[in-house]
Antibody, heavy 121, light 110 residues
């Protein structure tokens, strides 16, 4: 069974940092692109970042470029999102999602349950 | 501000056919496949349509996608009460070099 489990969310002050993790199981992690998608309270979905299977290509939304860094460790079946210089508008539930076998931008067929990040003083 | 525009709401009675539109541009819908997601309240999104109208395993064939030029549509036929949810279109944007979601449509079953 494919599973994605996010962790690392919590309350952080503006300007602070947080590192999210996503533990994957039930599939060959090293063969798939993975994405982070967020959803602010009561708002729609916003794509954040994607990383290809071997980390050869990395993409970011303009809203997080230069502040967030996506990475993965295929040996540990894990995905990460380092978030720096956090702002109030980064408050959201963050989901990690596996992209289909067609790669980044092809759609995400499995999603984690999400982890809540709250940026507030 | 999303580059893919959807109507904020749609509704229908059980058994009816409901269609949701998604308007984009040549750099996203016009040149890439369109994905559709369903999000039930309090849950993670679920992929409904990918790769030129393919459905993941378990998604009923009541859901179908289509595209014409820079617009796309999701049709739900035989509407059921459990279809009451938020629906999002999405596509890769070649100009932005990012994946973009639509503004979302809330479907209500009357």
């Amino acid at each position: 069974e494919v599973q994605l489990v996010e962790s690392g969310g919590g309350l952080v002050e503006p300007g602070g940092s947080l590192r999210l993790s996503c533990a994957a199981s039930g599939f060959t992690f090293s063969s798939y692109s993975i994405s982070w998608v967020r959803q602010a309270p009561g708002k729609g979905l916003e794509w954040v970042s994607s990383i290809t299977a071997s980390s050869s290509y990395i993409y970011y939304a303009d809203s997080v470029k230069g502040r967030f860094t996506i990475s993965r460790d295929n040996a540990k079946n894990s995905l990460y999102l380092q978030m720096n210089s956090l702002r109030a508008e980064d408050t959201a539930v963050y989901y990690c999602a596996r992209d289909t076998r067609y790669g980044s931008g092809s759609g995400s067929d499995y999603w984690g349950q999400g982890t809540l990040v709250t940026v507030s003083s | 501000q999303s580059v893919l525009t959807q109507p904020p709401s749609a509704s229908g009675t059980p058994g009816q056919r409901v269609t949701i539109s998604c308007s984009g541009s040549s750099s996203n819908i016009g040149s890439n496949t369109v994905n559709w997601y369903q999000q039930l309240p309090g849950t993670a999104p679920k992929l409904l349509i990918y790769n030129h109208n393919q459905r993941p395993s378990g998604v009923p064939d009541r859901f179908s996608g289509s595209k014409s030029g820079t617009s796309a549509s999701l049709a739900i036929s035989g509407l059921q009460s459990e279809d009451e949810a938020d629906y999002y279109c999405a596509a890769w944007d070649d100009s932005l070099n990012t994946y973009v979601f639509g503004t979302g449509t809330k479907v209500t079953v009357l």
